[in-house]
């Protein structure tokens, strides 16, 4: 072989562009769950290059084998590599990125065991030219069918992340026996003989061109994986030097499996394997979401590990409601009321995968699955699925004209979602009580992760809906106040989110029951009006107007989500009270204390809570009774 065609790795020099550091490229957003991010991208990816003359579903399947770091190709100088962007980097000031590079550089070159994930998928049309380009040769082209998900566009960054090498290694057979062999690195700008290097190399011949001859990959790598280079089917192979997933990767990542990929996996779309575990199809679904979530709560605060049972449950047992939206075209919900379910939506697109679990408070609990996989409509929603494909907003939209329209069709959703859950409510509701004028002070209007914008309180309020209102029994007309308090029956039990005083219990003779000292009590003659205001960092802020008699002090203010007969318990992230009194209050969990009103008998309090999430608040004001000396 001679050295023109030689395979090594190539980094060209950087000439006149721009220096790379560690925050640039593709991987910066993909960084710190290596288990959740692969397995999202890996499988959007693999479905996009579905073989669509095949009626089979397609395979993938995710395999770690452990090997000599020095087996892989080109392994003495990418550890040379990895030094220097070490030396780099310290020179420039960033000593714990630096750390990382060298334990790479130190397992390379003391020849270290490193463990390889291998993802393989079938029934793929492989490496074809286009999806090369994507992949290997550019950065930020995408495939732009609206049916596709993740279609090798800068979602890549999760292979190279997955890598103590930032490193991967392709090989792939398309259409016609074509094959394809490469390695590619994302690191940073380095210098090698004094010559500043790009930060993108790739392991091949010539121009940074791919290997086609099978025969000229390093033996000593190929042998490592005889079912990669001896294999015929068409399909691709990424093989992940150095994975850095932690010793439950297995687990982790069959649940992000199940958490994101269930729908595609029950339609017959998606098989997988991972390991030397059970296959994921649509014959084992339901077996393995009951193996790994039916202990798991169904209410869950961390986006990212939701429980897909009740998901899965809604859109298996509900009969899917399916309009003809104006924007977004024919999309189903499905929709299932449960006691213990969490308050959440799914979000799905074409190919199938969920891309985020939105929360709608309602006043009886349910699951939910909101799909739009036409053609239409799938476009518009990828127009605002952010690079890692976990969240839906408008303003991710490129154009300003596709901007326009994404808030449209986004604010339609929304609106739909919304009047189906006020349907169920009302529909439940309607069994026990019937209140004319009652809905005026019950406000069900509570999102999460909305995407709207803007600074405008009125605007808010009036065009989405973020005004709620929470009022004290006082301020209802007395007639409707009496037959409220008249009701004495209801179809559920539901446990209020306020202190109940314990009280003293004595034996012999019955005697008066009094309240225990120092128990907190509900406190009369308080009002609330709260708003919630969408902010640039994606934690609406909550404005909360009290009032109540000047200089009253309220020893606690409870804060929820819900209304009367309904409530959430929040955890409160940052509490600011106006200057108007010289008194700050503290707050702990969801609680607000020792919060005294000004002269006008008003204070205002701006509010965070820790899951970001906008609500319709529930306020209940105690006073501590003082034991009497």
Not at 583 to 589: A, C, I, S, T, Y
Request: aromatic share 8%; net charge neutral; glycine share 8%.
């Amino acid at each position: 072989m001679d050295n023109q065609n030689k395979p090594e790795w190539i980094f060209d020099d950087l000439r006149g562009s721009m220096a790379s550091g560690p925050n640039a490229g593709p991987t910066v957003e993909f960084r710190g769950n290596p288990s959740y991010y692969i397995a999202r991208e890996a499988l959007q990816n693999i479905m996009d290059a579905h073989d669509e003359s095949s009626a089979k579903p397609v395979e993938a399947e995710f395999k770690v084998i452990s090997m000599p770091a020095s087996d892989i190709p080109g392994s003495k100088h990418l550890g040379e590599v990895l030094s220097s962007c070490a030396v780099y980097l310290r020179g420039k000031g960033a000593t714990d990125t630096a750390v990382e590079f060298e334990k790479g550089a130190k397992k390379i070159t003391e020849n270290h065991s490193i463990e390889v994930l291998r993802i393989s998928d079938y029934d793929t049309v492989g490496m074809t030219d286009e999806n090369w380009f994507r992949f290997a040769e550019s950065v930020g082209f995408s495939n732009k069918q609206s049916g596709s998900g993740g279609s090798f566009g800068l979602g890549k960054g999760a292979y190279y992340v997955s890598s103590g090498f930032l490193s991967l290694f392709i090989s792939s057979i398309a259409s016609g026996n074509s094959n394809v062999f490469a390695g590619k690195s994302i690191v940073t700008t380095f210098e090698h003989k004094g010559v500043r290097k790009q930060n993108n190399g790739t392991y091949g011949i010539g121009e940074q061109q791919p290997i086609r001859d099978r025969a000229s990959i390093p033996m000593n790598f190929t042998k490592h994986f005889p079912d990669v280079f001896g294999r015929s089917r068409t399909g691709t192979d990424f093989l992940i030097p150095d994975f850095i997933g932690d010793e439950n990767w297995e687990s982790e990542l069959v649940k992000s499996i199940l958490r994101y990929f269930w729908l595609p996996i029950i339609m017959g779309k998606l098989v997988v394997k991972v390991q030397d575990g059970e296959a994921i199809s649509a014959d084992t679904i339901e077996h393995l979401l009951h193996k790994y979530f039916s202990k798991a709560p169904f209410q869950w605060d961390n986006t990212d590990a939701p429980n897909p049972l009740p998901l899965y449950y809604a859109y298996r047992r509900a009969t899917p409601i399916e309009p003809d939206l104006k924007y977004l075209g024919k999309v189903r919900l499905y929709l299932l009321p449960a006691d213990s379910y969490p308050n959440r939506v799914a979000l799905i697109r074409k190919p199938g995968m969920v891309v985020d679990c939105i929360k709608k408070n309602s006043m009886n609990r349910y699951a939910a699955v909101f799909i739009c996989d036409n053609k239409e409509g799938n476009s518009l929603l990828r127009e605002m699925e952010n690079q890692e494909h976990n969240e839906w907003k408008w303003e991710n939209a490129k154009t300003e004209e596709n901007r326009a329209k994404a808030k449209k069709a986004y604010l339609e959703m929304e609106t739909f979602i919304k009047d189906e859950l006020q349907k169920l409510s009302t529909s439940k509701e309607e069994r026990y009580l019937s209140i004319e004028g009652l809905e005026d002070f019950i406000s069900m209007d509570t999102e999460e992760g909305s995407g709207t914008g803007g600074d405008e309180k009125e605007k808010n309020a009036k065009e989405y809906g973020d005004e709620a209102t929470v009022e004290t029994m006082k301020n209802l007309d007395p007639k409707i106040k009496k037959k409220v308090l008249s009701i004495k029956e209801r179809p559920e039990q539901v446990e209020p989110d306020i202190y109940i005083p314990p009280l003293e219990k004595k034996k012999g003779k019955k005697k008066k029951k009094k309240v225990t000292p120092n128990a907190p009590r509900p406190l009369a003659g308080i009002s609330f009006l709260s708003f919630a205001e969408s902010d640039s960092d994606s934690n609406p802020t909550h404005h909360i107007q009290i009032k109540g008699e000047p200089g009253k002090k309220i020893d606690i203010v409870q804060i929820s989500a819900g209304g009367d007969d309904v409530s959430e318990r929040l955890l409160l992230k940052t509490v600011s009270a106006d200057k108007t009194v010289a008194n700050e209050p503290v707050f702990g969990e969801n609680e607000v204390r020792n919060l005294v009103l000004g002269k006008t008998g008003e204070r205002k309090l701006k509010v965070k809570f820790k899951d970001s999430g906008k609500y319709s608040l529930r306020l209940n004001a105690f006073e501590i009774i003082k034991k009497r000396s």
